[in-house]
C-alpha cells in the first residue's frame, strides 16, 4: 500500500472533505459507545492514526473505518451500494480498507490466521465474489485501524481509564516484520507490561485522585502509578500540579515535559474525562511558572476537569484577561523527533559490522564530559530530600546482601555491591527492603535496562579501583553519599578529582577514564544510579529503551534454550553452553 506521511502534506483538505461527507449523512445524529456519535469516534480515531504518524491513507480509512457497520456495531451509516461514493470523498484505498473492516471477522484477525483471506467472508446481501482477497498489507492496515479503534473507544462510563494498553500492545505483535505499517512509538515502552501492571497502574491512579485532601499520599500513588506504565500522560500531569503547589517548579517542569512527550508519543488521552487537547494544554501551562495572583492549593482540585479550570483556565485569565481564549501554551521545544530516529538507526547500524551488543558501544555524535551539574537531574532532587530516609535502608541492609565486586577491573582492597536493579533485572527482595530508594528510582528516569545499573556500593578502607572506562556513552552516573569517612577518599574523572559528602550527589560519564580510592580506615558507602546521557532526545530514549528490552527479553529466552538443550542431553555434550550475560 503507498500514502505519504501527513506531515509531508502540511495541512490535509481531504479529511475535511470526508468529515462534512460524514456530516451531510448524519454521522453527528447515529449513536455510538459512551453517549457519543459516529461522528465523534471517526474523527477521535482519525486523530489518533494521525498522531502516530501513519501514512495519510490509513488515516483517511480511520476517518470511515465504521461507516459500514461491523461484526460489533450494527449501525450503519451508509449501505455497501453506497460504496462508489465513499471511494469519490475518501479514495479507494481508505474506501477499501474501510469494506475490509466491516467484512473482515476481527477473532481471525486478532488470531493472526491470514491464511483464511483467499476466502474473504462477506458480509452484504450482494455476492462478495468479485471482491479481491486481502493483501498481508491490507490485513496489516486492519490491525493499526483496529489498535486506534480500541484506544479511542476505551473508557470507563465517567470517562475515566480503562483496561486497553496491554490489548493493543498484543495486536501490535501481529505487525512485527511488517513491511506496510510502522509501529507507533509507545509500543516498544510496552514490551515487558503485563495486566497486573495495567491493573496496578489504574488502581494506582484511581487511589491517587481518591485522596485529593492528602497532597502527599496523592503524590506517592501518582509517582506509582507513572512507573508502572511508562507510557500514561496523566500522572505526570498530576505530579506536575502537585510539584507546582509545592513550590518546587523544576520538577513541575520536568513532569510537565514527561507527560507532553507521554501524551504525543501514545496519541491519545489515556484519562478520557479531559480530551487530548486540554490535557496537552495543562501539560503546557504546568510547564511554566505559576502566576503569583492566583495561588493553587494542592487539595483544592479533586478531578480532571476541576484541575483544568484551576490551572489552565486560571492561566488564560492571568495572561490574557479574557475567560473564552483557548490556546496551547507550548514549553520548550524538544529535540527533533526524526533525527533522533537518524542517529539512533546509525547505532543500530553497527551492530551489523561487529560483535558489540546494545548496551555497549558508542553512540554516534554524542557529545560527552567528565563531570555535569546534578540540579540538572531531577532524580537528584529526589534522592538529596529523600537522604535520611535513603540512609538509614542503605545501612539497614548490614552486610548480607553484598558480594564482591564481580567486574573485570583492576583493583586492590575490597570492594562490595548490592543490586537494585542489575543490567535490566530488579531485585525484588532489595527493593522491598529499600521502598524509599526504590519508588526514586522508578519514578524518576533512571536507566533501569540492561546498560545501565542501580546499587549500593562499598568500599572498604585501603581499597584503589584503578582506572578503566564504562562500556558505553549512553548513559552517566549518579553517586549519592550514604557514608563517607574523612580523609583520602574520592574519585577522579578525567583530569578533575572531586570527594563525595554525605546526603550530596555527584554525577558523572562513566564512559570517560575514572578511578577511585579510599585510604582511611573506614568504609566508604555510596548509592549509584546509572541515568540516561542528557543528550538524548525523548525519542531516542524510547527506543533505545524498546532494543534494550528485546535483548534483554531475547537472552533469557536463549538461556533457556541452552539450558534445555543441555538437560536433554544429559550430559552428554560436553559443557554447558552460556550465552553473554545479560541481567
Given at each position: 500500500m503507498s500514502g505519504s506521511k501527513a506531515g509531508d502534506s502540511g495541512r490535509d483538505p481531504r479529511a475535511g472533505e470526508i468529515i462534512s461527507f460524514l456530516r451531510s449523512h448524519g454521522a453527528e445524529r447515529l449513536g455510538h459507545a459512551g453517549g457519543r456519535t459516529l461522528l465523534d469516534h471517526l474523527v477521535g480515531t482519525y486523530e489518533i492514526v494521525r498522531r502516530w504518524e501513519q501514512p495519510l491513507v490509513f488515516q483517511h480509512a480511520a476517518l470511515v473505518h465504521s461507516v459500514y457497520g461491523t461484526d460489533v456495531y450494527a449501525r450503519r451509516l451508509l449501505p455497501l451500494s453506497r460504496r462508489e461514493d465513499v471511494v469519490r470523498v475518501a479514495g479507494d484505498q481508505a474506501e477499501r480498507l474501510a469494506y475490509l473492516f466491516c467484512a473482515t471477522p476481527r477473532d481471525l484477525l486478532f488470531a493472526g490466521t491470514h491464511v483464511w483471506a483467499r476466502d474473504l467472508p462477506g458480509v452484504s446481501d450482494r455476492d462478495a465474489h468479485d471482491q479481491p482477497a486481502a493483501t498481508r498489507a491490507e490485513l496489516d492496515a486492519l490491525v493499526l485501524l483496529h489498535m486506534a479503534n480500541r484506544a479511542e473507544q476505551a473508557r470507563a462510563e465517567d470517562g475515566s481509564p480503562a483496561p486497553w494498553l496491554t490489548d493493543v500492545r498484543e495486536l501490535a505483535e501481529l505487525l512485527i516484520g511488517s513491511d506496510a505499517v510502522t509501529l507507533p512509538l509507545f509500543v516498544a515502552e510496552l514490551a515487558a507490561f503485563s495486566e497486573d501492571d495495567e491493573a496496578l497502574t489504574r488502581r494506582?491512579?484511581?487511589?491517587?485522585?481518591?485522596?485529593?485532601?492528602?497532597?502527599?499520599?496523592?503524590?506517592?500513588?501518582?509517582?506509582?502509578?507513572?512507573?508502572?506504565c511508562p507510557v500514561v500522560p496523566e500522572p505526570c500531569i498530576w505530579q506536575a500540579y502537585l510539584s507546582r503547589c509545592r513550590g518546587g517548579m523544576s520538577m513541575a517542569r520536568w513532569w510537565a515535559r514527561c507527560a507532553r512527550r507521554r501524551l504525543l508519543t501514545l496519541g491519545t488521552a489515556w484519562d478520557k474525562r479531559l480530551s487530548f487537547d486540554e490535557w496537552l494544554e495543562l501539560a503546557g501551562v504546568l510547564a511554566q511558572p505559576p502566576d503569583?495572583?492566583?495561588?493553587?492549593?494542592?487539595?483544592?482540585?479533586a478531578s480532571p476537569r476541576a484541575l483544568y479550570e484551576t490551572v489552565a483556565r486560571g492561566h488564560v485569565d492571568a495572561v490574557s484577561g479574557r475567560d473564552s481564549s483557548r490556546s496551547t501554551t507550548q514549553p520548550t521545544a524538544l529535540p527533533d523527533a526524526a533525527a533522533g530516529r537518524r542517529r539512533f538507526h546509525r547505532y543500530v547500524d553497527t551492530f551489523a559490522h561487529g560483535d558489540d551488543l546494545p548496551l555497549r558501544g558508542v553512540y554516534p555524535q554524542l557529545d560527552g564530559q567528565p563531570w555535569y551539574d546534578p540540579s540538572e537531574f531531577p532524580l537528584v532532587s529526589y534522592l538529596e530530600s529523600h537522604y535520611d530516609a535513603?540512609?538509614?535502608?542503605?545501612?539497614?541492609?548490614?552486610?548480607?546482601p553484598f558480594h564482591r565486586e564481580s567486574e573485570r577491573i583492576k583493583r586492590s582492597g575490597e570492594w562490595d555491591v548490592a543490586f537494585l536493579y542489575?543490567?535490566?533485572?530488579?531485585?525484588?527482595?532489595?527493593?522491598d527492603a529499600c521502598p524509599v530508594t526504590t519508588r526514586g528510582i522508578e519514578s524518576y528516569p533512571a536507566m533501569r535496562t540492561v546498560a545501565g545499573l542501580i546499587y549500593a556500593s562499598r568500599m572498604r578502607g585501603g581499597t584503589h579501583i584503578e582506572a578503566h572506562r564504562g562500556p558505553t556513552n549512553l548513559r552517566v552516573r549518579c553517586h549519592l553519599g550514604i557514608q563517607v569517612p574523612e580523609g583520602d577518599c574520592g574519585i577522579r574523572v578525567a583530569d578533575e578529582t572531586r570527594q563525595w559528602r554525605e546526603g550530596q550527589c555527584l554525577v558523572f560519564d562513566d564512559h570517560f577514564e575514572h578511578e577511585a580510592w579510599n585510604h582511611t580506615d573506614?568504609?566508604?558507602?555510596?548509592?549509584?544510579?546509572?541515568?540516561?546521557h542528557p543528550g538524548l532526545s525523548p525519542t531516542e530514549v524510547r527506543l533505545l529503551e524498546g532494543l534494550h528490552r528485546y535483548a534483554y527479553a531475547y537472552a533469557r529466552q536463549l538461556s533457556k534454550y541452552w539450558s534445555s538443550n543441555a538437560a536433554a542431553a544429559g550430559g552428554r555434550g560436553g559443557g554447558k553452553p552460556r550465552p553473554q550475560a545479560l541481567g
Open positions: 494506582a491512579y484511581r487511589d491517587g485522585m481518591a485522596r485529593a485532601d492528602d497532597p502527599g499520599a496523592m503524590a506517592n500513588l501518582m509517582a506509582l502509578a507513572a512507573a508502572a503569583r495572583r492566583s495561588p493553587e492549593s494542592a487539595g483544592a482540585s535513603i540512609r538509614d535502608e542503605i545501612l539497614g541492609l548490614g552486610s548480607l542489575e543490567r535490566g533485572r530488579r531485585r525484588d527482595a532489595m527493593c573506614e568504609d566508604r558507602i555510596v548509592l549509584i544510579v546509572d541515568m540516561w
